[in-house]
């Protein structure tokens, strides 16, 4: 029977006619952007376009996505409920030997991205065709702290066309961003002190950088360039200058009571070396500082609560001049602490609209201030901690415990099982952790849809013995993302991790949480409950930032992998990666919805341990070896308790800026050892010469020839023993 239903066909008419333009609406909002971006040029950042974007977060301009450095994409494309239908839309390996540590920034369909040693690539973020790659050729024979830095970056920054990155050797170099040639360099400290890390930031005209310095006996500062010319503009000592000379500053007056010892303005600490962060609201530069000298996890001497300022603080000082502001210590009376990642919200606060300032520093507390006068508004533990168990709100002073307490151990209640969701923890009572090693450089996220603060944590079991840092007892740390509520003082979730040492976070409007572990799994939860949606095993540690943006009309997440940061170099492996995850390659990695790309899963090869020299010395002469291989700076760089990357990497030259673990050593660097530790015939790849003089940052006395023999019997005695566990295991395996 013909049936005629004439409304329904001008409905298909209709409602074609609708989606067909909304498909040309679409088309060409895209052909628009890209339009735009043509007509703009390479790296075309300012702080209008910055401010402007917040509302769409189509690119990752600024590190931390908004100058509130909330690490929140508002990008909705891939959700809690369609995240399952990820893919690997590319990849792309790079050169580094020591993996990766940085924050991508994005910008109009190209990704700009740090790699150690400095290197800067430019990739196509749609494709992941390297563009242009960059290198500064970074000195890293200077001193030793020189020549860790030079391992280690955590990203850049762009604006008005050019790409400004830091360097081990304390340089900020700017870099065009669209042929990716030189432009101009400036100094920033001395390389006999320290290098720079962290990731530049860009506000008024400024570019904002300081350096590390606090283990290297250095004087913290940040430093300002002006961001066309590279010429210093200004520069805040957060120690004061020496006391003959006078006061530098009234900000630094006001602190000379503060400080005491033998040439504390040369040798102070209180370094700049990550968090820093500005803020339109206020035009404030809001800054966290490293404890004092020596400081760092140590009791101060007699030292009243308050003092040796600004070190172990947030410091805040107006954009354009310099002047001093507020600041807030976060170091107690008994504990020196670092201060890390700072974000900015409107929070309402007991019935009151607040503009914060948020931070979790490493002494295991969260803290929000007033982000105008530094004033504490709220705050609390976020494990169980024993060197302080809350903050006086009145004061703004923690309620400390004895000093005696301190290193001291204790009894703690249950812990939790790998894997675990907890629901609103109680104060995660029952729960504890070293001061220091709470929360370190990797940055939190703020999800203003949640409320919540997403962390990146370490903690400790609790059947664990009293330990100093993650060298002491390696099995007993465990990693923890932590969902905080900044208004209600307390844990809504939090998942534990097997890898004491995790990846950032990144958040996104898609009610998603990203977030990468040293075990190489890229996991996405859901950022209201932290049920895990979503994961894939990429074969290599991850220790860098995760980002999103919009291209070609798709959202994409990106992914840095590859076992990296400056723990990887002075800290022990088995705490930031598994025998697997550490061995993976460096690699850029994009993920979208339907992306089917092959993934290029690496081969796990394991390397074998030669066969050391036969060597007859007493255990007494192997733990001089042990004790001088710490105090003449060896951990410092092949890692504490010789407990490394599992792997000689030949670096040749050293143009891939490979550190070895030593119990790898090939028999004829073995030959070689006297020539290379004392004689300095690797310098110029960082290797000082231990034998040649006296070193002053910091300072350690010349080796003798019967202590670099001690030390390299240590190395030959460990070496044995990863040799015949090895072979105990091959053995194992062939069922003998």
């Avoid at 923890?480 to 939090?494: F, K, T």
Wanted: glycine share 10%; charged share 20%; aromatic share 10%.
């Amino acid at each position: 029977m013909k049936t005629s239903f004439p409304h329904l066909r001008v409905l298909c008419v209709v409602l074609f006619a609708s989606a067909a333009c909304a498909l040309l609406a679409f088309l060409s909002a895209c052909r628009g952007r890209a339009a735009a971006a043509a007509s703009r040029g390479f790296g075309d950042v300012n702080e209008q376009r910055v401010l402007a974007q917040a509302p769409a977060g189509n690119d990752w301009l600024v590190p931390g996505e908004n100058f509130n450095e909330t690490h929140f994409s508002p990008l909705h494309d891939i959700t809690s409920q369609n995240v399952g239908k990820l893919g690997l839309a590319w990849s792309l390996d790079l050169h580094s030997a020591m993996g990766m540590a940085a924050e991508p920034i994005e910008v109009d369909g190209v990704i700009y991205v740090s790699e150690p040693l400095s290197i800067v690539d430019a990739v196509n973020a749609a494709t992941g065709k390297l563009i242009w790659r960059y290198d500064p050729h970074v000195e890293r024979g200077v001193s030793t702290q020189n020549s860790y830095a030079v391992r280690v970056n955590r990203g850049v920054a762009v604006w008005q066309g050019k790409v400004y990155v830091a360097t081990g050797d304390c340089r900020l170099f700017a870099i065009d961003a669209a042929t990716g040639k030189k432009l101009w360099d400036s100094q920033i400290c001395n390389p006999e002190w320290t290098g720079s890390t962290g990731a530049p930031h860009v506000a008024r005209g400024k570019v904002f950088i300081g350096y590390n310095g606090s283990d290297d006996e250095s004087r913290g500062s940040l430093v300002a360039f002006d961001a066309q010319t590279g010429k210093e503009a200004y520069r805040f000592w957060t120690v004061p200058g020496n006391p003959a000379d006078g006061p530098e500053s009234p900000a630094l007056e006001k602190v000379l009571n503060t400080w005491q010892g033998k040439d504390y303005w040369k040798v102070g600490g209180g370094d700049v070396w990550d968090a820093i962060t500005y803020d339109p609201t206020t035009n404030y530069i809001l800054f966290g500082t490293a404890g004092a000298h020596g400081g760092e996890g140590d009791i101060p001497d007699k030292t009243p609560a308050g003092a040796k300022l600004y070190s172990g603080s947030i410091v805040a000082i107006d954009a354009d001049s310099g002047k001093y502001e507020w600041h807030y210590q976060t170091s107690g009376k008994y504990l020196q602490t670092e201060n890390f990642h700072i974000i900015l919200a409107d929070l309402t606060i007991h019935g009151e609209d607040r503009h914060v300032a948020m931070t979790a520093p490493k002494n295991g507390f969260f803290y929000v201030l007033d982000a105008k006068t530094g004033k504490l508004i709220n705050g609390g533990p976020l494990v169980h901690t024993r060197w302080a168990h809350s903050l006086d709100l009145a004061t703004g002073r923690p309620v400390e415990a004895p000093p005696e307490n301190i290193n001291r151990d204790s009894q703690v209640e249950d812990s939790l099982a790998v894997g675990d969701v907890v629901i609103d923890p109680p104060s995660t009572s029952g729960h504890r952790s070293l001061q220091w090693t709470v929360h370190n450089w990797w940055p939190m996220s703020y999800s203003p849809q949640t409320g919540l603060v997403y962390i990146p944590l370490t903690d400790m079991r609790p059947d664990a013995h009293a330990a100093t840092d993650l060298r002491g007892l390696r099995g007993d740390f465990f990693g923890r993302l932590e969902a905080w509520d900044p208004i209600a003082n307390q844990a809504r979730w939090s998942v534990t991790e097997p890898i004491a040492t995790n990846g950032a976070v990144l958040s996104t409007a898609g009610d998603l949480l990203f977030q990468g572990q040293g075990t190489g799994e890229f996991a996405a939860y859901a950022a209201d409950t932290g049920k895990k949606l979503w994961s894939i095993m990429t074969g290599s540690a991850i220790d860098s930032v995760p980002i999103s943006y919009r291209v070609g009309g798709e959202q994409y997440i990106l992914i840095p992998v590859g076992w990296g940061s400056a723990s990887r170099i002075f800290g022990p492996g088995s705490a930031m990666a598994t025998p697997q995850s550490e061995r993976g390659p460096a690699r850029l990695l994009a993920f979208k919805l339907n992306g089917d790309i092959p993934f290029p899963f690496p081969p796990d090869v394991v390397p074998e341990v030669p066969a050391p020299p036969e060597q007859h010395v007493n255990q007494a002469v192997i733990e001089e070896g042990r004790r001088l291989y710490n105090n003449h700076l060896c951990a410092g760089c092949h890692s504490p308790g010789l407990d490394g990357s599992g792997a000689w990497v030949d670096s040749g030259n050293g143009n891939d800026g490979a550190i070895p673990d030593l119990r790898y050593m090939p028999a004829g660097v073995h030959r070689q050892w006297d020539a290379i530790v004392l004689g300095g015939t690797h310098a110029k790849q960082g290797m000082l010469g231990f034998g040649i003089k006296e070193l002053q940052y910091p300072p350690v006395s010349k080796l003798t020839v019967e202590q670099s023999h001690a030390i390299h019997a240590y190395v030959i005695d460990a070496s044995w023993k990863a040799y015949n566990a090895q072979h105990a295991k091959e053995e194992e395996r062939n069922g003998h």
